[in-house]
């Protein structure tokens, strides 16, 4: 069974990158069929699709987040990554990973707390 | 200002029929682009409750079904029971914004 987990620092100081990971186990990142997503939620508010990515490599991202976010992945360690560049209070957010398969985010990670303060 | 609009809420009764509205565009939903919708209880991750339009993952109840027309999407829930208040979100991609995915802004469910 596909199971995904957030690892995150928890906290980040503004104007820092925030780097979180999300480890794959229960089947292959390496699938030709899923993309791989992270999406985040802010206290209270609603859901924003980050971006996600293929095993290869290819990408895709949110125009709204483009010029701060990296998505990665790591085939060997089954993980892939968000960096997200620059952050501010408004980064504050449960960041979520998750599969995306035919285009749905399917199996969702159990979600990683970070808050942007100094 | 979420490029899906839901409403913030609705509500039933027991054993009702509610229905739950995502509006999009031309550039979304208008598109022919597929529409999910997710069910997630304050606290926890979202559940998939239907994909492609109308698609139901297995383990999730027909209570749930789909539809899509023009620019909007419905979710429909049947036989309403307690342990479907939740909030609600749909999710399309967008041509105009290079197929990034969009949500709504979600919709609270509350069962008198």
């Known amino acids: 069974q596909l199971q995904l987990q957030e690892s995150g620092p928890g906290l980040v100081k503004p104007s820092e990158t925030l780097s979180v990971t999300c480890s794959v186990s229960g089947g292959p990142i390496s699938s030709r069929i899923d993309y791989w997503a992270w999406i985040r939620q802010p206290p209270g508010r609603g859901l924003e699709w980050i971006g996600s990515i293929y095993y290869t490599g290819r990408t895709h991202y949110n125009p709204s987040l483009k010029s701060r976010v990296t998505v990665s992945v790591d085939t060997a360690k089954s993980q892939f990554s968000l960096k997200l560049s620059s952050v501010t209070a408004a980064d504050t957010a449960v960041y979520y990973c998750a599969r995306e398969a035919t285009g749905a985010p399917s199996i969702w990670g159990q979600g990683a707390m970070v808050t942007v303060s100094s | 200002q979420s490029v899906l609009t839901q409403p913030p809420s609705v509500s039933g009764a027991p054993g009702q029929r509610v229905t739950i509205s995502c509006t999009g565009s031309?550039?979304?939903?208008?598109?022919?682009?597929?529409v999910q919708w997710y069910q997630q209880i304050p606290g926890t991750a979202p559940k998939l409750l239907i994909y492609?339009?109308?698609n139901r993952p297995s383990g999730v109840p027909d209570r749930f079904s789909g539809s899509k027309s023009g620019t909007s999407a419905s979710l429909a829930i049947t036989g309403l029971q307690a342990e479907d208040e939740a909030d609600y979100f749909c999710?399309?991609?967008?041509?105009?914004?290079?197929?990034?995915?969009?949500f709504g802004g979600g919709t609270k469910l509350t069962v008198l």
């Open positions: 492609a339009d109308d």
């Open positions: 999710l399309s991609y967008d041509n105009s914004l290079s197929g990034s995915g969009v």
């Open positions: 031309n550039s979304n939903i208008g598109a022919g682009r597929d």
